[in-house]
């Protein structure tokens, strides 16, 4: 399977947004990507309130264009994220569509972003985002590919709980800090892959947006092995990698780790 990652410089124009996330899809869909993933709230990226007044609901019309995109392109298409508006309060969700524009998966952000960095820029997502309670995996193609959002990157359990329900693929829209990026975002995602033998695709948001703030960018995919086989650094771009799954059967019988778990030791 050929997945193809677009890296966005989203903002606060949902047109431009939606305008500059079809170029990327028209580019990939072009070199014969069979699953394309775009960055975390890829159609509007500002401050909270501004992302809080642009939540729609799904379906809505970000997510009736995105499963439009899947379905003239016969792809699969995950659309990053959108800040999703329920009865109950507003979500970060990301939704996938195959090749027919069929909803095939959604996914509410688990772990929400709360921090103070040490340059004193703040970060309080649980102020406008309710958590999501569900892991999620689907079938594209011949592979199990689990789901997950940014912040959740730091958090092992969801992804062995996502690899537990047949995930052999992890996908995670993002919207990563420059300052935590550069120390944090490869090790982590190498990480990962490494420790549940699957392989990791990540899109990133790039570039200044609302106050300052910088995202990192850096859209990269990771094998089984632990090896960066795809990476887009700074920019708006695209990337393309090829995944194995014989390959990946190979790495988990080379190294068992699944089959090693003393997991009645630890609940």
């Given at each position: 399977?050929?997945?193809?990652?677009?890296?966005?410089?989203?903002?606060?124009?949902?047109?431009a947004n939606?305008?500059?996330?079809a170029?990327?899809?028209?580019?990939?869909?072009?070199?014969?990507v069979d699953l394309?993933?775009?960055?975390?709230?890829?159609?509007h990226?500002?401050s909270?309130?501004?992302n809080?007044?642009?939540?729609?609901?799904?379906?809505?019309?970000?997510?009736e264009?995105?499963?439009?995109?899947?379905?003239?392109k016969?792809?699969?298409?995950?659309?990053?994220s959108?800040?999703?508006?329920?009865?109950d309060?507003?979500y970060n969700?990301s939704?996938?569509?195959?090749?027919?524009?069929?909803e095939?998966?959604?996914?509410?952000?688990?772990?929400?972003f709360?921090?103070v960095?040490?340059d004193?820029?703040?970060?309080?997502?649980?102020?406008?985002?309710?958590?999501g309670?569900?892991?999620?995996?689907?079938?594209?193609?011949?592979?199990?590919?689990?789901?997950?959002?940014?912040y959740?990157?730091?958090?092992?359990?969801l992804?062995r709980?996502?690899?537990d329900?047949?995930?052999?693929?992890?996908?995670?829209?993002?919207?990563?800090?420059?300052?935590t990026?550069?120390?944090?975002?490869?090790?982590?995602?190498?990480?990962?892959?490494?420790?549940?033998?699957?392989?990791?695709?990540?899109?990133?948001?790039?570039g200044q947006?609302?106050?300052?703030?910088?995202?990192?960018?850096h859209?990269?995919?990771?094998?089984?092995w632990?090896?960066?086989?795809?990476?887009?650094?700074?920019g708006?771009?695209?990337?393309?990698?090829?995944?194995d799954r014989?390959?990946?059967?190979?790495?988990?019988?080379r190294?068992?780790?699944?089959?090693?778990?003393?997991?009645?030791?630890f609940?």
């Open positions: 399977m050929k997945v193809g990652l677009a890296q966005l410089s989203s903002r606060q124009d949902k047109a939606l305008a500059a996330a170029a990327a899809i028209e580019s990939l869909a072009a070199q014969g394309v993933l775009l960055p975390e709230m890829f159609n990226l500002g909270d309130e501004a809080a007044q642009a939540a729609e609901p799904i379906p809505g019309p970000s997510t264009w995105a499963a439009c995109q899947a379905r003239e016969g792809i699969f298409l995950h659309c990053g959108v800040i999703e508006r329920r009865d309060g507003n969700t939704v996938v569509f195959d090749r027919t524009g069929t095939v998966a959604r996914y509410s952000k688990i772990h929400l709360d921090i960095l040490p004193g820029t703040e970060y309080r997502e649980s102020q406008f985002i309710r958590p309670d569900r892991p999620v995996v689907f079938r594209c193609e011949e592979f199990g590919v689990g789901l997950a959002i940014c959740d990157l730091r958090f092992p359990e992804f709980a996502l690899v329900r047949g995930a052999e693929l992890v996908l995670l829209p993002a919207a990563f800090t420059v300052a990026g550069m120390y944090h975002w490869e090790p982590l995602l190498r990480a990962r892959a490494i420790e549940n033998g699957c392989y990791i695709a990540a899109a990133g948001q790039w947006w609302a106050r300052g703030k910088q995202t990192y960018g859209s990269l995919v990771v094998d089984p632990g090896t960066v086989i795809a990476q887009c650094r700074e708006v771009g695209t990337v393309m990698a090829d995944l014989d390959y990946l059967e190979a790495v988990r019988r190294m068992p780790v699944l089959r090693h778990r003393r997991s009645d030791l609940r």
